[in-house]
């Protein structure tokens, strides 16, 4: 008496295969006492694999009947072996229809670049949804699936990289891979002159500074460097933040700046401020 595993293959990501499907066929066979002590001691059985697309469906069940389990089992066996019965004959899969539903796809991993480089930008995934199939209530609790963990050391150029997506017990993929792109790119520092402006001022005040310009030094990719200019950062201080304040000096920081434009640093990071009521002239 022996058995031989068996392996589904294929099988369609909006079903689920029940657990009780059998997972190895047993055989009972004769022959001389050398030939049985090769199949207990030498040779292995290879996996029986179904592949489950190609089965014959009836309703909620796949069906694989007892001539294509016979025909697999002789495969395996020495020519002076003979199998009198296995069991089981043949195979009835139940299955059940799951639900799907689609989720974005979020990046997991480290990243390090060699000094001087940094990534530029978004991490791009493709395809960034992807459809998950499971039960309702499991389905439910899942708001997006990560990749495999993706290790990046020394990055100095971009990297594009195919991923598995990390799996999650009870729930199958309709696409078991992605493709991660992460732009990496050389960096420089590009110092820009900025002046301090205020909105929402009252026509009865006038605001004076010191100073009325500051030097913001950006950090940004080599690519970007003529591309950054005084225009593109913005510092503009409400005029509720100079009412508020008594100190008569104000912490300043960009109001806009282009997304590429990681870190920066602002000198002086305080300005002085003097806030000063128009007299009207008769």
């Not at 499907?21 to 050398?34: A, L, N, Q, Y």
């Not at 296995?86 to 639900?99: C, G, I, M, R, V």
Request: hydrophobic share 40%.
């Amino acid at each position: 008496d022996l058995s031989i595993p068996i392996r589904y293959e294929n099988v369609p990501a909006n079903i689920a295969l029940a657990p009780s499907v059998p997972t190895e066929v047993r055989i009972h066979v004769k022959d001389k006492g050398s030939a049985l002590l090769n199949y207990t001691l030498g040779q292995k059985f290879r996996t029986i694999t179904l592949d489950v697309q190609k089965l014959r469906q009836d309703e909620s069940r796949y069906l694989v009947g007892r001539s294509t389990l016979q025909e697999e089992i002789s495969k395996q066996l020495l020519a002076s072996t003979s199998l009198s019965h296995f069991e089981p004959q043949a195979l009835s899969l139940p299955f059940d229809e799951q639900k799907s539903k689609e989720v974005p796809v979020v990046f997991n991993g480290s990243i390090e670049t060699q000094t001087g480089f940094l990534v530029s930008g978004d991490i791009l995934i493709s395809p960034s949804v992807v459809t998950i199939y499971g039960s309702a209530s499991l389905l439910d609790s899942i708001q997006s699936v990560r990749t495999e963990f993706l290790k990046i050391e020394k990055g100095k150029k971009t990297v594009v990289k195919n991923a598995t997506l990390e799996t999650i017990d009870g729930v199958a993929f309709h696409s078991e891979g992605v493709s991660v792109t992460i732009p990496i790119e050389e960096y420089t520092e590009k110092t820009l002159t900025v002046p301090v402006r205020f909105v929402q001022v009252p026509e009865r005040y006038t605001v004076r500074t010191f100073p009325q310009e500051v030097e913001v030094s950006c950090n940004i990719p080599v690519s970007k460097f003529k591309m950054l200019t005084e225009d593109l950062l913005v510092i503009e201080i409400p005029f509720r933040l100079l009412e508020e304040n008594v100190s008569g000096t104000l912490a300043i920081d960009l109001s806009s700046r282009p997304e590429w434009v990681k870190t920066y640093r602002i000198d002086p990071p305080k300005i002085e401020f003097l806030l000063e009521q128009n007299v009207r002239v008769p």
